[in-house]
């Protein structure tokens, strides 16, 4: 099935159900139960998505104007990756879910644009046609997603010093997602 059918049966399927809850938070396209894991690493990605966590990233100082295919270019850039919700240790954990984050668990690959680790849980990223992110998780050894998922990208404005803090890091080269003018 194509990206553009799965979008097309995606708001069949939404329109039927009745758009249940708020226009910025993920909805669930398939009724399928599916992993825990793979749900808290949906649920923190689809996080970044929103305005809060978008008012402290690079993504709009990089892009302005920015779409869901550069969002998925930019959030796999050596930037865009420092600003995934990872814990490093179990305090850490416990201080961003107690201030309502979640944490992308250790044990699910998130990748973009494609599936490139059958034997892992995994969870991948893209842009649809809308200009929407999907989401699609897989369960190891599972050709098909157990998850799928799609969510807004919200639009925001960083504040005076986000925007220094990040141009100071393109300055120094870090890779942000715009091809080979500021990779390492």
Do not use: H
């Not at 939404?14 to 690493?41: I, K, W, Y």
């Not at 996080?47 to 959030?75: H, W």
């Not at 954990?93 to 849980?121: F, H, T, Y």
């Not at 969510?151 to 803090?165: E, F, K, N, R």
């Amino acid at each position: 099935m194509t990206l553009r059918n799965r979008a097309s049966v995606s708001r069949r399927y939404r329109d039927f159900v009745g758009l249940v809850g708020r226009a910025d938070q993920p909805r669930a396209r398939t009724p399928s139960p599916t992993d825990e894991q793979l749900e808290q690493a949906a649920a923190a990605m689809a996080d970044m998505t929103k305005r809060p966590t978008l008012s402290r990233s690079c993504f709009y100082v990089v892009y302005p104007n920015g779409q869901a295919t550069e969002f998925i270019n930019y959030l796999f850039s050596d930037l865009g990756t420092a600003e995934w919700p990872i814990a490093i240790d179990p305090m850490e954990a416990e201080q961003m879910q107690s201030i309502g984050k979640d944490v992308l668990p250790p044990e699910v690959k998130v990748s973009p644009q494609q599936r490139s680790d059958p034997q892992q849980k995994e969870l991948v990223l893209m842009a649809n046609a809308e200009g929407q992110i999907m989401a699609e998780g897989y369960l190891p050894e599972e050709d098909t997603p157990t998850l799928t998922q799609e969510w807004s990208l919200a639009t925001a404005t960083p504040d005076q010093a986000t925007q220094d803090l990040c141009r100071s890091n393109i300055e120094m080269g870090i890779d942000a997602g715009m091809g080979n003018e500021n990779s390492n």
